[in-house]
């Protein structure tokens, strides 16, 4: 049953699963995180920040037992990193439609490109941490990608 429960949240309710992109798949399921947190933030900043910052960790833990059970690094099925990312890409950005599609192609490009540091991440650390920082990392990238991009065409991130 652990096993199984690990597979579903790992691969993103098997989103990782996808023949082909299974990362730009498993950000979708970011996508589909976006409402809670964002109802998070609306009824507490800090306990929004709190939900992040366990999402992470859990997404390590699971990330690292599902390496074990697919028996690869950074197996391309673990599509939690994506959700995790993703869900950095959009921290206390105003919802808005123009914002969550801005947000996954940002991340998207910089999850594909991985700009230092999230490079050395996905290429130097093992396991877990290795599989979900450099995603974490590039959501950031896309978070303030995306205040730049708004600030210049005069919308509210």
Not at 8 to 32: E, Q
């Amino acid at each position: 049953m652990r096993r199984r429960a690990v597979i579903f949240l790992a691969s993103g309710a098997y989103l990782g699963y996808a023949p082909v992109a299974s990362g730009t798949f498993g950000t979708l399921g970011g996508v589909a995180l976006y409402p809670v947190f964002e109802g998070l933030r609306r009824f507490s900043p800090a306990l929004y920040v709190l939900s992040f910052l366990a999402l992470v960790a859990a997404a390590v833990a699971i990330a690292g037992e599902a390496e074990e059970i697919f028996g690869e690094q950074d197996s391309g099925k673990i599509t939690i990193d994506e959700a995790a990312g993703y869900v950095a890409a959009t921290l206390f950005v105003t919802p808005s439609i123009p914002a969550v599609i801005a947000s996954f192609l940002l991340f998207r490009a910089f999850d594909v490109a991985k700009p230092w540091p999230a490079g050395y991440f996905d290429r130097e650390i093992r396991g877990g941490p290795g599989v979900v920082l450099d995603d974490v990392i590039a959501g950031f990238y896309a978070n303030l990608a995306l205040r730049a991009l708004f600030a210049l065409i005069g919308l509210a991130p």
